[in-house]
Nanobody, 121 residues
Framework: QVQLVESGGGLVQPGGSLRLSCAASGTIFSINRMGWYRQAPGKQRELVATITSGGSTNYADSVKGRFTISRDNAKMTVYLQMNSLKPENTAVYYC???????????????WGQGTQVTVSS
């Protein structure tokens, strides 16, 4: 059974930092792209950052220069380092794994349960 387990969320003051982690488990072969999305109350889920197995990254304009995505392919883990956090970054952050095989099943899009990030003084 495939699982994406997120960790690292919490409460932080404006200007602070957090590091999110997402570990994929199960019989998985080479996840093509992993990423982070977020959903604030009353808003649609939106892209934060993605990274391919080759290391190509993509960021939302609002987080460029403050957030850094990275991954460890051997551990099937993706990280999101978030610096200079702002109150508007408050949201549930979801891990995503795109296009991978697990046994005989091909997954196009798979989501974690989400981790809450709250930026407040």
């Amino acid at each position: 059974q495939v699982q994406l387990v997120e960790s690292g969320g919490g409460l932080v003051q404006p200007g602070g930092s957090l590091r999110l982690s997402c570990a994929a488990s199960g019989t998985i072969f080479s996840i093509n792209r992993m990423g982070w999305y977020r959903q604030a109350p009353g808003k649609q889920r939106e892209l934060v950052a993605t990274i391919t197995s080759g290391g190509s990254t993509n960021y939302a304009d609002s987080v460029k220069g403050r957030f850094t995505i990275s991954r460890d392919n051997a551990k099937m883990t993706v990280y999101l380092q978030m610096n200079s956090l702002k109150p508007e970054n408050t949201a549930v952050y979801y891990c995503n794994a795109d296009r991978f095989w697990s046994g005989s099943t091909y997954y196009l899009n798979y989501w974690g349960q989400g981790t809450q990030v709250t930026v407040s003084s």
